[in-house]
């Protein structure tokens, strides 16, 4: 198939649902390749990782969205992420991100896991008080990163299930293609949730709590400082950025963990396997499936001279199932070597909540697996039909206390367990 039409195929609604096999035919043509006139797609893991690292490609700049998005600045949503850290390149982005990360530091995000326990195990007595099948998604999928990104801004619990409603409704604009009623309810949701953190910041800037948005208020570094339209930009595009890719990693993770019932059992029995479960996780079915960038310089890969002003896609998805760097890429086998996978993506722009992400999977699927042994689908999962966030949008199951007899098809024999 031709790399234009392929592509067409990868954002059609069947590509969408199931976008593994489209990566191969756009793979055959080589790990870089061009789908129109200053329009190209990467497949392959190194040229992807070169790529986001690469200092002659950043994210689309104003001039350019201009030209796509006409109007852009009209709308609330767009104008947001376009403002945050996500969608700005250097030296906006650099300081941006050095303050934002001074906020975000790893021992804030390490005082998080008692935070993530206790949250886990209050949905799974809810699972467990349903009678008959539940949603994992509204029961678990959605709730867990919903409260724990408020934990962490120090929104009141009572405010979650807006924040809930207000990021679903943003993420439509991290697709590469979005409909005229979906930017108006995301338009919606993003004036309302600048409202809500305009409120908010007041309240931090007149008393200041042990929280994210009060770290992210007093950020300084030297004279530098987030000005009041960035640190709003920069709150939204946190829970934007940060709520519906840990759900679809909880929801993928746990489809592909109950699919290979053995490797999952391994986990039950062996908690301190999970920093190599959720790596393999996010590799073989990625909660993010792409990001794109534009160049400013003539470059050179996948033997295609790209020339400056080349529009980039970048498959993280199909990098994930490079069988250069992953051998037998659409096996899940948390026994392999392990490379981090490029899901948080690289370089400048490399998730910031990346270790927010992995605690909470590697603190979830454990204690789902201990708790209820007897997890099992119970009914037909539906995808949502998007292709930047791949995830669920229901998944029932069966939370029962007691295990399902464990048949093990086609899972490595005389396996005793992961070697991280
Ligand atoms: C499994 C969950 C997650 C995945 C797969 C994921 C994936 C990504 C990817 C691929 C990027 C880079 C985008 C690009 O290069 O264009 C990114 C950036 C970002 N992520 Fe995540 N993310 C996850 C969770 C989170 C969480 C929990 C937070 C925060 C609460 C977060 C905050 C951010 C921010 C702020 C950026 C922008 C960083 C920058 O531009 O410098 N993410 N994420």
Known sequence: MDPADALALLMSPEGRLDPYPTYERLRAHGPVVQAGPVF?????????????????????????????????????AVLSISRSMLRTNPPDHSRMRRLAAGAFTPRRIAAMRDVVRAQADELVDGMLAAEGPV?????????????????LLGVPAADRPLFRRWATDLT???????????????????AELRSY????????????????????????????????????????VLLV???????????????????????AAALRDRPDLAPAYVDELLRYDSPVQLTSRMSTAPSRYGDIDL??????????????????????????????????????????????????????????????????PGLAVAGRPE???????????????RAGRQAAPVTVPGTRPGAAGPTP
Do not use: K
């Open 40 to 76: 190209y797609v990467v497949t392959g893991y190194a040229e992807a990782d070169a790529i986001l690292r690469d200092a002659r490609f950043g994210v689309m700049d104003d001039a350019l969205r201009d030209q796509f998005m006409p109007g852009w600045r009209e709308s609330p």
């Open 135 to 151: 949603d994992f998604m509204a029961a678990f999928a959605y709730p867990l990163p919903v409260g724990v990104i408020c934990a």
């Open 172 to 190: 439509g604009v991290l697709e590469p293609e979005i409909t005229a009623d979906e930017l108006a309810v995301a338009d919606r949701g993003a």
């Open 197 to 236: 953190f305009t409120e908010l910041v007041a309240a931090r800037r007149r008393a200041p709590a042990d929280d994210l948005t009060t770290a992210l208020v007093q950020a300084h570094d030297g004279g530098d400082r987030l000005s009041g339209d960035e640190l709003l930009a920069n709150l939204i």
């Open 241 to 263: 950025a940060g709520f519906e890719t840990t759900t679809n990693l909880l929801g993928n993770g746990l489809v592909a963990l109950l699919d290979h019932p053995r490797a």
């Open 307 to 372: 020339p400056p002003e080349s529009w980039v896609i970048v498959l993280l998805g199909a990098a994930n199932r490079d069988p250069r760097r992953y051998p037998d890429p659409a096996r899940f086998d948390p026994w392999r070597a392990q490379s981090a996978p490029p899901s948080f993506g690289a370089g400048p722009h490399y998730c910031l909540g990346a270790a927010l992400a992995r605690l909470e999977a590697q603190v979830a699927f454990p204690l789902l697996l201990r708790r209820l």
């Open 383 to 397: 995808r949502r039909v998007r292709l930047t966030l791949r995830g669920h949008a229901t998944l029932p199951v």
